[in-house]
């Protein structure tokens, strides 16, 4: 068998693997562990594409939330019934057309997605006239922005009451299967020629500019794709937790998804996973320091936030102590395997 | 299409023409009136003590540095202040004075990224795998696999690029500015740290790849002996003016030149 029919081989038997893991939880798991794992799925496909531009590009965007927000809220209004809508919104009726628009979940996700890379494509041409810092501030300014309109425009999003009672469409299916979808999609564009000029201008603009790579092209193409499935994770999120609401789309997601792309490693797509895995899993396991804690001989009362300090501590431990992230630039590869065992194997022949 | 400029005819169509380039930072003109043109397949040298404004030069050339005034035309087109990616896609490569290579990527995926503007697929058919897509990526590995062996570099294929050692890493940089197919190559400095061995094998490599791919080159050079023995014609910078121009050994016993390297004779 050649390297690739083996190759091909693993990954299907490593889907398999995944796909019966799922199944097991989905027939016997415990709510809360299918929440954990639809969590998982969810954060992979917004960390995997959060680092398409960040790690990838090499520019610091600091507004994945707004995408995030306008993949939920768009996704949810086309899965509500007119009914459902009309019992939401009782401040203000919900504007025509969106009143009476209704698409089943896997259209809502798509034109999620589509919204969020429309509203990217609006503002990539102001963002992508400065880079570092400045651009940073820019799509900090953005994300917020996109918080507030949702806050404000009672006759679309509902203002601060936010969508309630939407049906929960996400189960493990459709969180890992848009997470692999997204993995797929993602790894074969950055290993592509297109993904070789994106870190060619992360390394070097001026150099990849003088080899005939246009910045902004790249940029906007790795902008546009990023946002799309943040849009679409967005809507993931939305129809799992089902009450959506501005609140949930402040810097502190972003922060998240930073926390997760540079623990596993900017560039690495990996890494991204590790760490939305680990975060997922993390977000969970560490509730137990913001429950009250009996020591025994006292109660230490439970401090809500506790989670994100610590998330905070190990973010600065991981800066200080591995600056590149689990995995650096690193990918796992079967490959890499592949070359082991078969220089375990001549080892091993020889006497 | 045959290449217009090769035919001997009178009224043949300008290849490069540089007229009168200004560039003013602040208050400081780096480079004053400057204008050059070149024909093809010509060794032309650029030269002056530090801060002359040869670098400056090839950053107006390959669009980096807009300037102050001046004109430059390239195969009858006006491309002054154009993007870069744009001027290199017409033809015009070049190398860094201070190395720029793609740290973080192999030799080989350097070399790559030069190629990308040559592909015919668009980006979804390179996230779904379609086989056009695969065929495009096969034809730019193997070509640059081919520009890497023709530097003497394919044996270092896999290794990152930050690895190689530093007049591996010139030759590199050449590879890549040939890998965008230009007509005419800008070297700046590809001597530049070099031992005399590396420099002497880099004078012999610079007229074998002008020969095989019909190029012309214009490069920058401290080295005085490599210059002298390579370049057809030479043009001196100081200040940013134009103090000489002729061939090498014009170049060798003109007094300003003299003046410029050596400054005022003292008195005892
Ligand atoms: N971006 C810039 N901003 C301000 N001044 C600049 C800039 N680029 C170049 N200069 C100035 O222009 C002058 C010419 O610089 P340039 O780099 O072209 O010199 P050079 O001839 O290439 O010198 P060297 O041999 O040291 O490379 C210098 O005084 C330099 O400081
Ligand atoms: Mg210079």
Redo the contacts with the bound molecule.
């Keep these: 068998m050649t390297r690739d029919r083996v190759k091909l081989v693993l990954n299907i038997l490593a889907l398999l693997l995944l796909f019966s893991i799922l199944y097991f939880f989905d027939r016997y798991g415990s709510p809360y562990h299918v929440r954990i794992l639809n969590n998982m799925g969810i954060f992979i496909t917004l960390a995997v594409s959060y680092n398409l531009v960040n790690g990838y590009c090499g520019v610091l965007h600091l507004g994945p939330n707004a995408f995030i927000a306008i993949g939920a809220y768009t996704s949810s209004l086309l899965t509500m019934s007119p009914l459902e809508k009309q019992m939401n919104f009782i401040i203000e009726p919900l504007m025509w057309p969106l009143s009476v628009l209704q698409a089943p979940f896997s259209l809502s996700l798509i034109c999620g997605g589509v919204a969020a890379a429309l509203f990217a494509f609006l503002i990539s041409f102001p963002v992508f006239r400065v880079r570092g810092d400045y651009l940073a501030i820019v799509t900090l300014g953005f994300g917020e922005v996109v918080r507030v309109l949702c806050n404000a425009s009672q006759s679309v999003t509902n203002g601060p009451l936010g969508l309630k009672g939407l049906t929960p469409h996400t189960n493990l299916w459709w969180s890992w299967g848009i997470a692999v979808l997204t993995l797929i999609l993602v790894v074969r564009l950055v290993n592509s020629s297109y993904g070789r000029a994106m870190k060619a201008i992360r390394d070097n603009e001026p150099a990849a500019m003088a080899m005939g790579v246009n910045p902004f092209r790249h940029l906007l193409m790795a902008f546009l794709i990023s946002a799309f499935f943040c849009g679409v994770g967005g809507g993931l999120l939305a129809h799992l937790i089902t009450t959506i609401s501005p609140t949930l789309f402040t810097f502190f997601l972003t922060f998240n998804l930073l926390i997760i792309v540079v623990v596993g490693g900017l560039g690495s797509t990996t890494g991204a996973v590790l760490g939305a895995i680990l975060f997922a899993w993390g977000g969970e396991a560490l509730r137990v320091v913001e429950s009250p804690m009996n020591l025994g001989f006292m109660t230490l009362p439970g401090i809500p936030g506790m989670r994100m300090v610590l998330f905070s501590v190990i973010l600065m431990l991981v800066i200080i102590f591995m600056r590149r992230g689990i995995m650096g630039h690193r990918e796992f590869s079967w490959d890499w395997i592949l070359d082991k065992l078969q220089r375990k194997e001549a080892e091993l022949k020889k006497p | 299409m045959p290449a217009p400029f090769l035919s001997p005819e009178r009224n043949m169509p300008m290849f490069l023409k540089i007229e009168k380039l200004v560039m003013q ?1 602040g208050g ?1 003109t ?1 480079v004053d009136s400057f204008s050059l043109e070149l024909q093809p397949g010509e060794l032309v040298g650029l030269i ?1 003590p ?7 030069v090839f950053n107006m050339v390959t669009g980096t540095y807009k300037p102050s005034a001046g004109k430059i035309h390239w195969l009858d087109q006006d491309i002054t202040g154009l993007p870069v990616h744009q001027i290199t896609a017409k033809g015009l490569a070049r190398t860094f ?1 201070n190395v720029r290579l793609f740290a973080e990527m192999t030799v080989l995926e350097n070399v790559m990224v030069s190629m990308h503007i040559t592909l015919q697929a668009s980006f979804w058919k390179a996230m779904l795998g379609l086989p056009h897509y695969r065929k495009e990526e096969r034809r730019i590995r193997d070509e640059a696999l081919e520009y890497l062996r023709e530097l003497g570099l394919a044996h270092l294929a896999d290794e990152k690029a930050s690895s190689l050692a530093y007049g591996q890493q010139r030759r590199l940089e050449i590879a890549r500015a040939l890998a965008t197919k230009p007509r005419l190559l800008l070297l700046d400095e590809p001597a530049a740290g070099m031992n005399p061995l590396e420099t002497k094998d880099l004078a012999q490599l610079v007229r074998e790849i002008r020969d095989k791919y019909g190029l012309t080159v214009l490069l ?1 050079e ?1 080295d005085m002996k490599f210059v002298m023995g390579l370049c057809e014609r030479i043009k001196v ?1 100081d200040h940013g003016i134009t103090i000489a121009e002729g061939t090498p050994s014009e170049i060798q016993s003109n007094p300003h030149v003299i003046k410029a390297y050596l400054g005022e004779p003292k008195h005892a």
């Design positions: 930072f400081l780096a002056g530090n801060g002359a404004g040869k670098t400056t004075q920058i401290h910078l």
